[in-house]
């Protein structure tokens, strides 16, 4: 029997094939880039339902009582930070009926008031009144009418989570050794002081949100998606910055880590050596003449690690399911439709730093988004049509499936290979299985 | 105003020592003066501004990116902020912050013929209007501001872009150069897909 006949045929949710046949050891069917329904349940159960989402950086609500309006899949949410600064997160929708009470992306407020009846709520949820309370009889109990409170919100060092499932694992549990992962980024930051203060760039393509996903742990493409970038980079001679991802990567350094749940990172710092390498080796960026002579004489023998500070941290790492490290960016999966997406790219400055470093690192976060980024999302529109076409079924990660000597578990347990294996993609997809089929595969 | 660039600096299609805390000043105070009230201009003014956006344009419109580049300045700025009307350049990221040497390679990389976001390219045409113009009065650059719309068609999509540009355009001795074009997005802070196109 093929899979596909129900989907051409169109088919109720009491007849759609099982998830379990759609994710195979080597490949998924196309139906899970394509398919509304899969899609709507995603938006339930892997963004929030039964799994963390990642919503905001603390940096974004620098103060008691701040707020940022954001979507949780597809609800939209207010994260707030109470007069205490816990954070919360509630349904940006009037308990009344319906309407969104938040209409600015971010700011400082104690309460919400509905705009449409003016029905008045804390910034923890509680409702703190109605118009014209006569209106409703006595037996109206404010406490039913509170906003929708998302079950739970947590931060590791600065990054949001919430999900809506009470017996989800505790956040750093589900973040596991990905937590190592985050504290070498962060602590790259003297201090661990990292601050999302400038507008994101918010980019957009027409192809399911797992595109991204499947892209950001993936190591076999920077030499073929990103030609036009590394060509660019030889203008001037030489640039060493990315163009190992285009000599032989299976045999160089790199390395590709699965930290379970979903999540992975690709390590591109063993192309480097010791301090002053990830600026030696970056494409020149604005102004970068003029900041290295100042750095350097001001700051002597501290200028190498400076100035390294303005490059990228040379790790991907990727969290399941929407939040994305690369360089010194942190980027937000947000699905929009089956078929369309938001990739927000939030820059990062950084404390106790001269001033001249942050501005060197705007300038070093515009490059990517310019010159790399738009490749891979005209790509990941064309893979979107290239999927309309449904006799052809699957889509396949079977790169570096039984071939020996590339995957090794390491001491603390964790699986890796060489960074062009596509098992980031097989990995994450036994998570989204979990997640979408209760009591699946494993 | 400028700092002295070192000899081996000068050429700013492959060097960038010109952009220092200073130049950052100078962007800050044109990009404020871009948007204050200026007094009405002489007709003759009016005209050559016009007809120079409606040159600038036809050079972007037709692809001729390389003629393009040569009207800018070797200190120019090609700058298309996140932030509506700019925002702080030292402290938030750009659409395009691009010096001479960025710029350059922008133009490099759009003519390479492996950009995916550009195979098969942008087709543009804009229209510009609401020309004004005044002088910088503690430079004597040319000022001008102007609404614009550009249409788009790539890949079977045609997209609409509204903002407005200021330009301070610098006298050579072949004509006006640009020292500064500035972008302003109408939406620049919020979704955009394949935002590679030339504006």
């Known amino acids: ?442 | 105003m400028s700092t002295e660039i070192p000899s081996r600096f000068a050429d700013t299609s492959s060097w960038s020592y010109h952009i220092g805390n200073d130049y950052y000043r100078e962007l800050s105070r044109q990009s404020e003066l871009l948007r204050e009230d200026w007094p009405e201009s002489t007709t003759d003014e009016l005209s050559r501004a016009t007809s120079f956006l409606a040159g600038e344009a036809r050079l972007v419109d037709e692809g001729r990116f390389n003629d393009w580049l040569e009207l800018f300045t070797d200190d120019c700025l090609y700058w298309v902020p996140v932030t509506p009307g700019g925002g702080e350049p030292t402290v938030e990221v750009s659409h395009a912050f691009d010096d001479r040497r960025r710029l350059t390679d922008r133009v490099y990389w759009l003519r390479t013929g492996l950009a995916f976001c550009q195979i098969p390219a942008s087709r543009t045409r804009r229209v510009i209007g609401n020309v004004e113009t005044t002088v910088d009065p503690s430079t004597g650059d040319r000022l001008v501001r102007s609404n614009f719309v550009v249409h788009e068609f790539r890949a079977g999509v045609t997209k609409i872009y509204p903002g407005w540009y200021g330009h301070v355009l610098r006298s050579s001795s072949d004509g006006w150069r640009i020292r500064l074009k500035q972008v302003n997005l109408l939406d620049s802070d919020q979704l955009h897909e394949n935002l590679t196109l030339v504006f």
């Open chain 1, 1 to 442: 029997m093929t899979l596909q006949h129900d989907a051409v045929a169109g088919r109720s949710a009491a007849i759609r094939p099982d998830l379990r046949a759609l994710v195979r050891d080597d490949r998924v069917h196309r139906t899970l880039y394509t398919d509304p329904e899969i899609f709507a349940e995603e938006m339930v159960k892997i963004f929030g339902g039964r799994s963390w989402v990642y919503l905001a950086h603390e940096s974004q609500l620098p103060e008691p009582n701040s707020f940022l309006s954001v979507r949780m899949g597809l609800r939209p949410v207010i994260v707030t930070r109470d007069r205490a600064g816990a954070l919360h997160t509630v349904f940006n929708r009037c308990s009344h009926r319906g309407a969104t009470l938040c209409r600015e992306q971010s700011g400082v407020a104690k309460s919400f008031q509905c705009p449409y009846h003016g029905w008045t709520f804390r910034n923890t949820g509680e409702l703190v009144g109605t118009p014209w309370p006569q209106g409703y009889g006595e037996d109206f109990d404010r406490g039913e009418f509170g906003l929708h409170k998302v079950a739970r919100t947590e931060s590791y060092r600065g990054f949001v989570f919430a999900t809506l499932n009470e017996s989800a694992p505790a956040l750093t549990d589900w973040l596991g050794p990905a937590t190592g992962w985050l504290d070498y980024w962060i602590d790259r930051a003297p201090g661990g002081e990292v601050l999302v203060r400038s507008g994101a760039h918010r980019m957009g393509y027409r192809g399911n949100w797992k595109l991204a996903y499947d892209n950001a742990g993936d190591g076999y493409h920077p030499a073929f998606s990103h030609r036009s970038l590394l060509e660019m980079a030889s203008r001037m001679g030489e640039s060493k910055d990315m163009a190992y991802f285009g000599r032989s990567p299976d045999e160089g350094p790199m390395r590709t880590y699965m930290l379970g749940n979903g999540h992975s990172v690709i390590d591109q710092r063993p192309n480097y050596e010791g301090p002053g390498s990830f600026w030696a080796n970056q494409r020149p960026q604005p102004g970068r003449e003029r900041v290295e002579e100042y750095i350097r004489a001001e700051y002597g023998a501290d200028a190498d690690r400076l100035l390294d500070l303005c490059v990228g941290s040379q790790i991907n790492l990727s969290i399941f399911p929407n939040l994305l490290i690369i360089g010194n960016q942190i980027q937000v999966v947000e699905p929009l439709a089956v078929d369309s997406t938001q990739l927000s790219w939030h820059a990062t400055s950084i404390g106790g730093v001269p001033p001249e470093i942050n501005t060197m690192r705007m300038r070093t976060q515009e490059d990517f988004p310019a010159f790399g980024e738009p490749d891979d999302q005209a790509n990941f529109e064309e893979v979107q049509r290239g999927l309309a076409a449904p006799e052809a079924e699957w889509v396949f990660a079977n790169r570096g499936l039984n071939v020996p000597g590339w995957q090794e578990v390491g001491p603390d347990g964790v699986v890796s290979s060489t960074a062009t294996d596509e098992l980031h993609m097989r990995h994450y997809y036994a998570t989204w299985l979990d997640l979408m089929t209760p009591g699946g595969v494993r």
